[in-house]
């Protein structure tokens, strides 16, 4: 087990007078090669989920453990697990400071001490990765697409070779093409790198067609967890707390109360049209 959460809390503003329970009583386990999809609505807790996975912020009780070890332990290195479980937040490419492509990636291996060798050969095949060819790496990163920049951004973060990729809705901002070279980038680093993937997204198409497994979050609490396919049969549920089911499967949902047979199992809408026809068919 990769990491696991044990009955965690975390209050915001305590003796404020602003209190905020922001994550509530939460148990969760996450496995090696995962792909996960967080889901909930602005408020929810998926942010705050993110950064107590990272160690940004420290449970108000419970405890975060990184291969069965509390990650507030005393003696634990935290910039070690930073390194291992790689947070990308929203609108990332804000954060690009250097000179160039190249020295921004490098930026994080040779903060923790690498040799300028190993610095080079990680940031190389980071960009390598994400898709930014070698006639951008000397560029500013302040002259790249949209698109582009935050795929420099998560080169970075790939750059510490983690073990865990936390994406805190990656795809913000993106015009349609960029959402989709960021989404199937996402897909190609955890099928062919085994990346462990935590995508928290407010689109339930993008969690049902990308991710094996969905955590849905409503005011701190996880109240869902499980494959696309059973989160989607609870699309009632889903509706009383704001959010909706892919529209291909409400279709397939609404001709199921009609008395349609087959397509319990399906989670895109090329699956859900699938399934209709073969039901017209028959």
């Given at each position: 087990?990769?990491?696991?959460?044990?009955?965690?809390?975390?209050?915001?503003?305590?003796?404020?007078?602003?209190?905020?329970?922001?994550?509530?009583?939460?148990?969760?386990?996450?496995?090696?090669?995962?792909?996960?999809g967080?889901?909930?609505h602005?408020?929810?807790?998926?942010?705050?989920?993110?950064?107590?996975?990272n160690?940004?912020?420290?449970?108000?009780?419970?405890?975060?453990c990184?291969?069965?070890?509390?990650?507030?332990?005393k003696?634990?290195?935290?910039?070690?697990?930073?390194?291992?479980?790689?947070?990308?937040?929203?609108?990332?490419?804000?954060?690009?400071?250097?000179?160039?492509?190249?020295?921004?990636?490098?930026?994080?291996?040779?903060?923790?001490?690498?040799?300028?060798?190993?610095?080079?050969?990680?940031?190389?095949?980071?960009?390598?990765?994400?898709?930014?060819?070698?006639?951008?790496?000397?560029?500013?990163?302040?002259?790249?697409?949209?698109?582009?920049?935050?795929?420099?951004?998560?080169?970075?973060?790939?750059?510490?070779?983690?073990?865990?990729l936390?994406?805190?809705?990656?795809?913000?901002?993106?015009?349609?093409?960029?959402?989709?070279?960021?989404?199937?980038?996402?897909?190609r680093?955890?099928?062919e790198?085994?990346?462990?993937?935590?995508?928290?997204?407010?689109?339930?198409?993008?969690?049902?067609?990308?991710?094996?497994?969905?955590?849905?979050?409503?005011?701190?609490?996880?109240?869902?967890?499980?494959?696309?396919?059973r989160?989607?049969?609870?699309?009632?549920?889903?509706?009383?707390?704001?959010?909706?089911?892919?529209?291909?499967?409400?279709?397939?949902?609404?001709?199921?109360?009609?008395?349609?047979?087959?397509?319990?199992?399906?989670?895109?809408?090329?699956?859900?049209?699938?399934?209709?026809?073969?039901?017209?068919?028959?």
């Amino acid at each position: 087990m990769l990491m696991e959460l044990k009955n965690v809390n975390y209050i915001y503003g305590i003796g404020s007078g602003y209190e905020k329970h922001a994550v509530k009583n939460l148990n969760l386990r996450i496995g090696p090669g995962e792909f996960i999809g967080v889901v909930g609505h602005t408020g929810s807790g998926k942010s705050t989920l993110a950064r107590l996975l990272n160690g940004l912020e420290k449970p108000t009780s419970g405890q975060v453990c990184y291969h069965g070890i509390d990650i507030h332990n005393k003696d634990f290195d935290r910039k070690e697990l930073r390194s291992k479980v790689g947070l990308v937040f929203q609108y990332p490419e804000h954060q690009l400071f250097e000179v160039s492509v190249i020295k921004d990636v490098e930026f994080g291996p040779r903060n923790i001490g690498l040799k300028p060798l190993e610095v080079e050969l990680r940031a190389y095949n980071a960009l390598k990765l994400t898709g930014i060819g070698e006639e951008l790496i000397d560029a500013s990163p302040h002259a790249l697409s949209g698109g582009q920049k935050r795929r420099v951004a998560i080169a970075g973060v790939l750059a510490m070779e983690p073990e865990i990729l936390i994406l805190d809705e990656p795809t913000a901002g993106l015009d349609p093409q960029g959402r989709t070279e960021i989404l199937e980038l996402l897909e190609r680093l955890h099928q062919e790198q085994g990346l462990t993937i935590l995508l928290i997204s407010h689109s339930m198409e993008d969690v049902a067609r990308y991710a094996d497994r969905i955590l849905v979050m409503r005011q701190g609490e996880l109240v869902l967890d499980g494959p696309p396919a059973r989160i989607f049969r609870y699309e009632e549920e889903l509706q009383a707390i704001g959010l909706n089911v892919p529209e291909s499967i409400g279709i397939l949902h609404q001709l199921q109360k009609h008395g349609m047979t087959g397509g319990e199992d399906c989670v895109t809408a090329e699956e859900a049209a699938a399934a209709i026809a073969a039901w017209i068919r028959k």
